[in-house]
C-alpha cells in the first residue's frame, strides 16, 4: 500500500474522526494534513507497521493534545449550558446539538476516548494503543467523561422541565 | 450501547462528523507537503552533518578520535522538485503536458458506447486544464475521469459508476484502488438539494449538501452531452460555485480520445490478465526524479489482471519514506536488484528502485503471489523522456 493509495482508502475517515476530536472541520483539515504529510516522510515504517490506520490515528491523537496543550493549560474545560428550545423534532436536533457542545467543553483525552469508543466503536485494547495508556485508565476516562455528561446534563433538565429526553 | 445517552452520542458523532471530506485532494496535498517536509528534513540533517563534520575536523586538529557522521537515510536524495513542490506557480505559470493522442480511435462524441471499455484509453479532454499544478487521468471498466487537483470531470455510460466515483471522493467508500480488508468508513448521506441547470443547451442537474453540518461547500454537476453517456464535474471543497462547474463543463470536448501514457511498459503478465485501470499524474512544472533527471511524470497507477487477482503497479518519480524495511529480502530480477517484502495485508510486495529514475512498486493480491510478481517485475521497461509523453512507450503492455 502505498501512501496515496493508503489517503485514498483511508483519509475521509481520519479527517471525521478529526472533527470529532478538535470540534472544529478547518482546524480538523490543517491537523490531518499535519499529520499525513509527517506520515509520508516515514511512509516505510508506516506501513510495515501490522496496523498503519492506528499508528496514524495515534499521531492524530498526540498531535492534538499537543495542540490544546500549547494553545492554553488555563483553557476552560466546561462548556457553558446554552438555552435549548422546545418543542418536537427541533428539540431533538437542539438537544443533540446541545449534547455536542458539552463533549466539545470536556477535557482533551476524555472526549478523544468517547470519540474513540462510540464513533470508531474501538474497544478498549485499540483505544489503549491509539492513546498510549493503559486498557483500565481508558476505562476510567471514558466513565468520568460519561459521568460529567450525565451529570450536566441533568443540570439541564431541571433547568428546563420541558426539555423532551 | 449501554444508554439512552450514549445513544444520543452515537447520533450526535455520526452528525457532526458526517461531512463530505475529498480524499483525493487530501492525498494530492499531503503528498506534496510531505516532500517539502523531506526536503526541509534532509536539508537540516545536511547542514548538521557538515557542522558535525567541521566540528570533527576541528577537533582532529587537536587530537580528538574522530567519529564518522552519519549518512543521508535511505529512500533517495533530497527532493529538488521545482514546482510541484512549492508553494507557487514557476515563472511563466503552471503547463501540464497532455497526453498523446490515440491515433484512429473516435472520441465520446462519435462512440459514447467506447467509453469506460478501454482503460488505456480516454474518449476526451477538457480545456483549460493544463494551468493547473498537476492533472490526473485515469480510464478503468465504467468510466474514465480528468482531475486538476479541484475539478474532476467524469464520462460514464451509466450513472452507477458516477454514484460509486462520489461515494469514494466524499466518504471514501467503495475505493476503487485498494483491494485486501481496510475498516469500513461512515457512510455518507445523500445530497438533499436539486438544482436544475443546463450545459451546452442541455438540461444538467447541480446536487448539493444544503445541511449545515453535511455541506461543507461540496457539490457536483451532471448532465447528458450525447445519448447514452453521463458526465458529471465534481466540485472539491471551496474550489468554486457552481456556476463554475458549468463553466468547466462547457469546455468538455468530446471530439478526440488519447492515450493514458506512461513511461512504464510490460512485456509480460500472467496468462489471462489484462489493463484494468490506468492512471496517469502529470506536473505543471518540472520534477526531479530519483537521479534528479527533471521529468513531467509525477505518479502512475498501473493495475492489470485477470478477475480479482491483481497486480497494482505504482510508478513514482520519488519514494514516499525513508529508511530500509527489516522485513524486506534483496533479490535479483532481469539482472537488477530489487526487494521483496510483505505489506501490513500480508499481500506480497515487490519493489525495483531508481529504474531509470523511477520507484516501481508491485502489489499483488487474490491469487497472485511473489511467483506471479518477480516474471512481472523482471520484464519491465522504463523508456522515453520523463518531460515528454509523446516519446512514452505507445502501449503499456506487451
Same mark, same amino acid.
Given at each position: ?133 493503559s486498557a483500565v485508565t481508558v476505562r476510567t476516562t471514558a466513565s468520568r467523561a460519561l459521568a460529567a455528561l450525565r451529570e450536566r446534563y441533568a443540570i439541564q433538565d ?8 | ?95 501540464? #503536458? ?63 459508476p458516477l454514484d460509486a466515483l462520489r461515494n469514494w471522493r466524499t466518504a471514501g467508500t467503495g475505493d476503487p484502488y485498494v483491494t485486501g480488508a481496510v475498516p469500513p ?32 461547500g461540496t457539490f457536483y454537476l451532471r448532465w447528458q452531452p450525447v445519448a447514452g453517456l453521463w458526465a458529471q464535474v465534481f466540485g472539491s471543497r471551496g474550489v468554486g ?16 480520445? =488519447? ?79 530489487? =526487494? ?29 503471489? =511473489? ?21 512514452? #512507450? ?5
Open positions: 500500500v502505498t501512501f496515496e493509495q493508503f489517503v485514498h482508502s483511508r483519509g475521509a475517515a481520519l479527517v471525521r474522526f478529526a472533527r470529532l476530536l478538535t470540534g472544529n472541520d478547518d482546524r480538523a483539515d490543517d491537523l490531518v494534513q499535519d499529520v499525513l504529510a509527517k506520515v509520508f516522510v516515514k511512509w516505510r515504517r508506516v506501513s510495515a507497521s501490522d496496523h498503519p490506520d492506528i499508528y496514524v490515528r495515534k499521531m492524530i491523537v498526540n498531535a492534538n493534545i499537543s495542540w490544546w496543550r500549547r494553545r492554553s493549560s488555563s483553557e476552560v474545560s466546561v462548556a457553558e449550558p446554552t438555552d435549548r428550545p422546545t418543542g418536537d423534532l427541533a428539540v431533538d436536533v437542539a438537544e443533540r446539538d446541545h449534547l455536542w457542545s458539552l463533549v466539545a467543553g470536556l477535557p482533551v483525552r476524555q472526549r478523544a476516548v468517547l470519540v474513540l469508543r462510540y464513533y470508531e466503536d474501538l474497544d478498549d485494547a485499540a483505544i489503549a494503543e491509539i492513546m498510549s495508556i431541571l433547568a428546563f422541565p420541558g426539555g423532551t429526553r | 450501547m449501554n444508554d439512552q445517552l450514549e445513544r444520543e452520542l452515537l447520533d450526535t458523532f455520526d452528525r457532526r462528523a458526517g461531512a463530505p471530506v475529498d480524499s483525493s485532494t487530501l492525498a494530492l496535498v499531503t503528498a506534496e507537503r510531505g516532500r517539502r517536509l523531506r526536503t526541509r528534513v534532509y536539508a537540516v540533517r545536511a547542514v548538521s552533518g557538515l557542522v558535525a563534520l567541521a566540528v570533527l575536523g576541528a577537533a582532529g586538529v587537536l587530537g580528538v578520535r574522530a567519529v564518522r557522521p552519519g549518512a543521508l537515510p535511505a529512500g533517495g536524495p533530497p527532493s529538488s522538485t521545482p514546482g510541484a513542490g512549492d508553494e507557487g506557480p514557476p515563472p511563466g505559470g503552471w503547463k501540464v #503536458p497532455g497526453l498523446p493522442i490515440a491515433r484512429g480511435v473516435p472520441g465520446a462524441e462519435q462512440s459514447p458506447e467506447k467509453v469506460g471499455t478501454d482503460a488505456g484509453v480516454l474518449h476526451f479532454t477538457v480545456d483549460g486544464m493544463t494551468g493547473s499544478r498537476a492533472v490526473t487521468w485515469s480510464s478503468r471498466a465504467g468510466s474514465e475521469s480528468i482531475f486538476d487537483g479541484a475539478w474532476e470531470v467524469t464520462l460514464a455510460r451509466t450513472t452507477a468508513n461512515k457512510p455518507q448521506p445523500e445530497p438533499d438539494r436539486l438544482t436544475p441547470s443546463s450545459v451546452g443547451g442541455k438540461p444538467a442537474t447541480i446536487y448539493s449538501w444544503e445541511s449545515p453540518d453535511a455541506g461543507n460555485v457552481p456556476d463554475d462547474a458549468i463553466a468547466v463543463a462547457e469546455r468538455v470536448r468530446l471530439d478526440t480520445a =488519447y492515450r493514458c501514457a506512461s513511461q512504464v511498459r510490460l512485456p509480460h503478465l500472467p496468462d489471462g490478465a489484462k489493463l484494468q485501470q490506468c492512471e496517469v499524474t502529470l506536473a505543471g512544472a518540472e520534477l526531479s526524479n530519483l537521479m534528479g533527471d527533471p521529468t513531467r511524470l509525477s505518479h502512475s497507477l498501473l493495475l492489470v489482471g485477470d478477475g480479482p487477482n491483481v497486480i497494482r503497479l505504482d510508478v513514482q518519480h520519488l519514494t514516499s519514506g525513508s529508511g530500509s524495511r527489516t522485513d524486506e529480502t534483496e533479490i535479483e530480477l532481469g539482472g537488477r536488484k530489487a =526487494y521483496k517484502f510483505p505489506n501490513h495485508l500480508d499481500q506480497p510486495v515487490v519493489e525495483v528502485r531508481g529504474l531509470n529514475g523511477l520507484n516501481l512498486v508491485f502489489e499483488g493480491s487474490g491469487a497472485y503471489d =511473489y511467483e506471479e510478481l518477480e516474471p512481472v517485475a523482471a520484464a519491465v521497461t522504463v523508456t522515453g523522456d520523463g518531460r515528454d509523453p509523446s516519446t512514452w #512507450p505507445d502501449r503499456i503492455i506487451g
